[in-house]
């Protein structure tokens, strides 16, 4: 996606090899009007196709996925973090490790919200080693749900976050794919919608 793309270029901040700050537009203050965009794109690219639900975890990824379920007509879905492991048995309950924040988080979704019935569309902020986006996949199948794809604003494609995913049998689609990047430095390699 051009648009998001040349946001980050102008907005962005490359720290390092690692970390894209994009916190004027995804990650603390929100673009409403890219976002809707944003939900359009993910939502003509899995039309058709029977989603019953957007997924989503929190708490970045809820402003795209809730522009993306608008636009398909359907539910967002939150999957919540806990600190602790309290078991509840309401919930399906999922261990994270996050690599780039070096912690472990319990991912949680109420029985409540999604069925057998559900045919699910994941949506988030990044994709980087894939922890986050596996998790989401377990808590899914343990609710019986089937998985249409994950979408994502950027994929760091230098991390292993796609591979694990397509490697599961997970569609990925990424509207901006960055190849490498280092301070005040970003390349990109051609996003899923060109
Ligand atoms: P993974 O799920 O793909 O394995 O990613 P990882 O654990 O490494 O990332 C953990 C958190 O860090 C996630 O946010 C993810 O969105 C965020 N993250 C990863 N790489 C970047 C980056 O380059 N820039 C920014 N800004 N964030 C990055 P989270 O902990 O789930 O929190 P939230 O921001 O959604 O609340
Ligand atoms: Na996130
Ligand atoms: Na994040």
Known sequence: ???LEE???SEGKALNKDILKVDSFINHQVDPVLMAQIGE???AHFKGRGITKVVTIESSGIAPALMTASALGVPMVI???QPSQILNDNLYQTVITSFTKE???ELTLSKKYISEEDHVLII???LANGEAATGAIRLLRLAHATIAGLGVLVEKSFQPGREKLVDQGTEVYALARVGAMDTDHVEFLP???E
Do not use: G, R, S, V
């Open 7 to 9: 946001k980050i270029l």
């Open 1 to 3: 996606m051009k648009l």
């Open 124 to 126: 988030d902020d990044f």
């Open 191 to 193: 996003a899923d919608d």
């Open 41 to 43: 794109a993910f939502a």
């Open 103 to 105: 912690t472990n988080y």
């Open 79 to 81: 999957l919540k973090k």
